[in-house]
């Protein structure tokens, strides 16, 4: 009888330490826990609820749309004649004692010699204000112009993402697209592309050229992206890694760090 018994421990000690063999250890590295952040945020945001979508959408139009501007770009002879008229978008990312610094889009501002480029900026209550050129950078595919603060309507900072955007999360777009003022509208990530130096995200969003220099943001209200490029009539956004990038250069070349 007690062989049996011990016969039996036996068994049961095996099974139990080969079972160990089954068991999946939750990783410790940076990238899991910032993947694992990144997704409860999503999950603890996301739209499952009727009450949940309308306070999203009432905090954007009446916080977030602070930060997002129109930008007019003329192209200026050495005659001073206009040659020709763009329009985009921008965002706020900074704030300094005088000014504001705009995140926009590459392409708005680029310029053939020797002609230059003339900036006027349109705020979220119609408040104009002269831009100033600061900043480009063509393989980036990024810009950055400032103005001198009205005292009197202040804007908001956008909130710029800690992580890197998911595959099919639910995305807005704040932009002059199709003309309108801070148009908004939604869609989702359709792929993510981790490029050199460009890193670029896909989505179903609907837009025009009038978007770029657009704010992307996620369900949380954070900027996520900037629309540059058009893919039929979908944007294409540099995605976070690309603007993170960005600003790191922006800052060492203007010395505001």
Do not use: W
Request: aromatic share 10%; net charge negative; charged share 20%.
């Amino acid at each position: 009888m007690k062989r049996i018994h011990l016969f039996i421990i036996y068994i049961l000690t095996s099974l139990i330490l080969s079972s160990c063999s089954f068991i999946v250890r939750e990783e410790k590295t940076d990238v899991y826990k910032d993947l694992k952040i990144q997704y409860h945020q999503y999950l603890e945001n996301d739209f499952m609820f009727l009450d949940d979508f309308q306070s999203f959408v009432n905090t954007v139009s009446t916080e977030t749309a602070k930060s997002v501007v129109k930008v007019k770009i003329d192209l200026v002879n050495q005659q001073n004649q206009i040659m020709s008229t763009r329009f985009g978008s921008g965002v706020v990312i900074e704030e300094t004692d005088i000014s504001y610094k705009i995140l926009t889009a590459n392409d708005l501002l680029s310029i053939t010699e020797p002609n230059t480029i003339r900036l006027q900026i349109t705020d979220y209550m119609g408040n104009l204000y002269t831009g100033i050129f600061e900043h480009r950078d063509p393989d980036l595919e990024l810009g950055i112009i400032s103005i001198y603060k009205n005292e009197t309507q202040p804007l908001s900072l956008i909130q710029i993402a800690k992580y890197n955007p998911l595959l099919n999360e639910p995305i807005m777009l704040i932009s002059y697209r199709q003309k309108i003022m801070n148009s908004m509208v939604m869609g989702f990530i359709t792929s993510i592309i981790e490029g050199d130096p460009v890193s670029q995200m896909y989505t179903s969003i609907e837009t025009d050229i009038y978007g770029h220099g657009g704010a992307v943001l996620n369900n949380r209200m954070e900027l996520i992206g900037i629309q540059y490029n058009l893919e039929g009539n979908h944007t294409v956004a540099i995605h976070l890694k690309g603007i993170s990038l960005y600003l790191d250069q922006y800052h060492f070349d203007l010395n505001l760090s």
